[in-house]
């Protein structure tokens, strides 16, 4: 049985399911559900396999679902409770065998596109309460960008986390606080990367080292609302940021999460933003039984390093000389 089981100490979530050989994530179907190409301007889907040119995206279901809409449809509300791991998982590929002429920035926007337009698909389905949208890439990824969605029944805890402190400190100063760690010249040392419409910068208190956060410069609470300029700019961030990061911790992988409020939740809305935290350090006990933290490079160092490198990417992308 798939079940998602919940605590109230700490609020757990736990994805207890039966164990599968292979229990990576990214271990997808032969075949893509659905593609996705651009035809005019416009996002197109397709079903299946298709054998035209100019594939963009492709969409697979996972071969080792998360969650499963098979799941068996069975709650339990005491002692513990429990509810059903019902959902979708799916992975989108930015392939490069079927776009080989493309930019690899252009994948990256392409690839949000197509995130954004599958988001919308998913809040839409029925028992769907959160989409969680996230990655764990090796270095040669950022080639061909991958993004994993898995839903929830319910909003995830850090998520809860991050919503009720954002509305509890804007109750008190007026203002948001993701809004205040990109206002003013208090961060300034900790900024890696600045475009039109994000920027990318070392948070003051990191979990690990050479973490970082790209954030929507203006106050934005909807990912699902952003224009294709916008998703254009965040491909051209994500590539030239997460190139920096490769070429400056060399064989590093890392993870990537989209902090993002639920499309079906009405109320306070978080400031979205994605998190980078690249596999610099295992999960010590002090890290995951106490949320403390310790880095041997401080975040104002490594948004030195960061910034350098993540700046050659962008010009390199653009085809400028620095
Ligand atoms: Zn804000
Ligand atoms: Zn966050």
């Known amino acids: 049985m798939r079940m998602l089981r919940t605590n109230h100490i700490g609020n757990k979530f736990s994805i207890v399911r039966p164990k599968i050989n292979s229990s990576d994530g990214m271990d997808r179907q032969e075949s893509p559900a659905l593609s996705m190409v651009f035809h005019n301007g416009v996002l197109q889907i397709i079903d299946g396999e298709h054998k035209s040119d100019g594939w963009a995206i492709e969409i697979f279901e996972s071969r080792t679902p998360i969650v499963s809409t098979d799941a068996d449809l069975y709650y ?3 002692p513990w409770f429990g509810e059903p791991a019902y959902g979708y998982h799916n992975i989108l590929v930015a392939t490069v065998e079927k776009t080989p002429d493309m930019q690899e920035y252009e994948r990256w926007a392409n690839l949000l596109v197509a995130v954004q337009d599958r988001m919308r698909w998913l809040y839409d389905q029925p028992k769907i309460g959160y989409v969680m949208v996230f990655a764990d890439m090796k270095p040669s990824d950022i080639r061909e960008p991958h993004l994993q969605l898995v839903t929830l029944p319910s909003i995830p805890p850090i998520i809860e986390t991050e919503v009720r402190t954002s509305y509890a400190a804007k109750k008190k100063m007026g203002l948001c606080p993701i809004c ?27 979990s690990r080292s050479y973490e970082f956060w790209i954030i929507p410069r203006k106050h934005s609470i909807s990912f699902t609302k952003m224009t294709q300029a916008d998703l254009h700019d965040l491909g051209m961030m994500m590539r030239s940021t997460l190139g920096g990061l490769v070429k400056t911790l060399q064989d590093t992988g890392f993870s990537l999460v989209f902090h993002l409020s639920s499309e079906k939740k009405k109320a306070f809305r978080l400031h979205w933003h994605i ?13 995951r039984g106490f949320g403390v ?7 104002e160092d490594a948004a030195k390093d960061l910034s350098v490198a993540s700046r050659l990417e962008w010009a390199n992308a653009v085809g400028v000389n620095l």
């Open 293 to 299: 933290s310790l880095c041997d490079v401080s975040p």
């Open 180 to 206: 205040q760690i990109i206002d003013g010249d208090s961060g300034a040392e900790r900024r890696i990367l600045v475009s039109n419409n994000f920027i990318a910068i070392a948070p003051w208190p990191a």
């Open 275 to 287: 998190e980078v935290y690249p596999h610099t350090a295992g999960n010590t006990g002090m890290d």
């Open 76 to 78: 339990q509300r005491k």
